[in-house]
């Protein structure tokens, strides 16, 4: 066979298996968005240094002065996984200008709501590349005991090193 034929087949092929490469990429992405994450499967990977991961906390931020009564996992400076930024809503507006430098939406992120509720995380996923729910939110968490967090955001020291938890 003529070796310019053959080279043409071959990038071919290779053009092919890259496409289909791809195309299973994007769709294996698109799947692991529509799972929730569990708590535990977060408690790992916080706990994991070698893996980068965001949490968003779209609870409110604060209790507002017109209620008096409510649990601390109805809002952010009642109780947060430790590392949480706030971004209540997903509303770029209610979001504490201490938190706004670090919210980056290329990073794997953990959309947690009060009780992991699909509305505000679809909301919310369409502002990152790669986002996931907390099964069962901040409520989840809380009642299976793992590390919190109380009261207002505060930024990461600077250095390194770690994981969170």
Same mark, same amino acid.
């Given at each position: 066979?003529?070796?310019? *034929? ?6 071919? $092929?290779?053009?092919?298996?890259? =496409? ?5 990429? /994007?769709?294996?992405? @698109? ?7 569990? *708590? ?15 949490? &968003?906390? *779209?609870?409110?931020? @604060? ?8 649990? @601390? ?29 670090? &919210?980056?939406?290329?990073?794997? $992120?953990?959309? *947690? ?9 679809? /909301?919310?996923?369409? /502002? ?16 299976? =005991?793992?590390? @919190? ?11 390194? =090193? =770690?994981?969170?938890?």
């Amino acid at each position: 066979m003529n070796p310019k *034929v053959e080279r043409i087949i071959y990038l071919g $092929t290779i053009l092919v298996l890259t =496409g289909l490469l791809l195309s299973f990429g /994007k769709e294996d992405l @698109e799947l692991r968005k529509k799972l929730p994450i569990s *708590v535990e499967e977060l408690y790992e990977k916080l706990g994991n240094p070698k893996i980068n991961i965001q949490i &968003i906390d *779209v609870r409110p931020y @604060e209790l507002p002065e017109e209620e008096e009564e409510a649990e @601390e996992t109805d809002y952010y400076t009642g109780v947060h996984i430790p590392g949480a930024i706030p971004y209540p809503e997903c509303d770029d507006s209610k979001v504490p200008k201490e938190a706004k430098p670090y &919210i980056n939406p290329y990073l794997p $992120t953990v959309i *947690v709501s009060k009780d992991g509720d699909k509305e505000i995380f679809k /909301k919310c996923a369409e /502002k990152f590349s790669f986002a996931q729910n907390l099964e069962g939110g901040m409520i989840a968490w809380d009642e299976e =005991g793992y590390p @919190e967090d109380e009261g207002e955001y505060q930024p990461p020291a600077a250095g390194g =090193g =770690g994981g969170c938890l």
